[in-house]
Every structure is written in C-alpha cells, then in structure tokens.
C-alpha cells in the first residue's frame, strides 16, 4: 500500500525561532577600565572589519559583482554552497510504495507511481534560488517535469484558485495558481546532473524560483487544488502568505 502523508502538524507546539542580527556591543566594563585593561582588551577584542553580519562573512558581501546586482533581491547573500534547512527529521522513503497524488478541483485526479512518474515528458531549467534565512544561489541545475504536463493530465477546474503542496510527515506550502501555473515551475528530481539527495527531498521537490524556497515542499506526495487559499506549514508559524523575495516578503505583519 502506498506510504501515507495526509498527516496535519497544525498539533506540534514547535514553533520557528526567527533569526535575527545585532551589532556587536561594546563591553560593559570598558567605560571604567584602566589602560591596563584597555589595552588587554585591545588585544583580545576582534578588529571591528569581523563585526560584519553573520551571513556577509558566512556568503559573502552583496556588494561584490555589481553584474549580478539585477539578480540577488534585497537582504540576500550570494553562496555557492546549497545550505541544508528544513523542519524535523528527513523522510526514509520506499519507492516501491512512493506515489504522487493530484487532486481536488480538478476533472481529472490521479496517482502515479516512481516508474510512472518517470516516463512523463522530462524539461530541465537554469535559474536562481532565493531561501529566506537570506542565502540565495545562482545558476541552479534541475530536471524533472514541468508544471504544465501536471495540469494539462489533471485539467483543473475554472473554480480553482490555489494549491496545496503536500510533503511527507504532514508538511504543507501553499501557492495561487496564477503563481504555481509558470514555465519555470518544475517538480524536480535531478539537481546538478545527478538524483537529489535525500537532506535536500529527493525523491521530489517542487521548484517555484518566484518565491522563497520554502514555497517548493522538499519530498513531496501531492498537490491539492483548491477554490480558496489554505496557510500552509511556516505560514501558520507566522512566515508571509506571499513569499515574494523582491518584495522581502519574509514575515507576515
């Protein structure tokens, strides 16, 4: 039987702790020190260049190739290493049993297997990546298959206004139609010429480059169309309904 996913974490008391950066704050003895002293701290003290922020000395600074200013939206920072950020444990998956459910407003739902899933029409698409902890990575490779051939087999319903993305261990992202319906949606299941590996969803991730990465559900099991909008995991928690990156839409007000 196929592994289920249909499991709600509405009831989990975790709750995501937001990141934020401070300055550095000067010592609180240094106003009363003596010069014995100052100059030990001189010493020990970081010069003020380290007092950068964390994710400027962790990716690099965002002013560095003014070339790629049009590409990295406000608050990024460009890396070229693929940070590892999700909520619990990574899924053990069996493709023997894996399956792919489409349903809801549609005239057409389905349920594909791993092989199944494999034989549909395969695209591949270059682009930008964008997480909203603030790293962004350029030129991303990916494979799988496009959004398009989904909705073409599921022929969606006019009343239909939003979807659903299901994940294994009850994880959900929700988007607007308008938004998931592009060319550069993917459900991907090759990054960089190779299968992902399972810390970044494999067997299947969906890729919406529109958006914050959390809006693509790593290890996902379905998509749901709906006639209203429905808050997903990190919505819920308190993260933008809308995820626009160029809009620094990283928490809800």
Not at 4 to 30: C, E, F, K, M, Y
Not at 93 to 120: H, I, K, M, Y
């Amino acid at each position: 039987m196929p592994t289920s996913i249909w499991q709600d974490p509405a009831n989990s008391a975790a709750q995501p702790a937001r990141l934020t950066l401070s300055p550095v704050r000067q010592h609180p003895g240094v106003a009363c020190a003596t010069k014995q002293s100052t100059d030990e701290l001189a010493r020990r003290v970081p010069p003020p260049w380290r007092y950068r922020p964390m994710f400027e000395r962790l990716f690099g600074s965002r002013a560095g190739d003014p070339a790629l200013a049009g590409r990295v939206p406000p608050g990024q920072y460009v890396t070229q290493k693929f940070p590892v950020l999700h909520y619990g444990s990574v899924p053990k998956v069996d493709l023997a049993t894996w399956d792919f459910r489409v349903f809801g407003e549609v005239d057409s739902p389905f349920r594909l297997t791993w092989s199944e899933f494999q034989a549909l029409p395969r695209t591949r698409l270059l682009t930008d990546i964008h997480c909203v902890t603030r790293w962004s990575k350029l030129d991303t490779n990916w494979e799988g298959v496009s959004i398009k051939t989904i909705l073409e087999m599921a022929r969606v319903r006019p009343t239909a206004t939003h979807v659903v993305g299901h994940a294994e261990q009850g994880y959900t992202a929700n988007l607007p139609l308008e938004v998931l319906d592009d060319d550069d949606v993917i459900l991907a299941d090759t990054f960089e010429g190779a299968p992902l590996e399972a810390e970044h969803g494999w067997p299947l991730r969906l890729i919406v480059p529109k958006r914050y990465f959390w809006k693509g559900p790593k290890w996902l099991r379905g998509l749901e169309f709906l006639d209203h909008d429905q808050p997903g995991f990190w919505e819920r928690y308190g993260y933008h309904n809308d995820a626009d990156p160029w809009r620094e839409e990283r928490f809800a007000e």
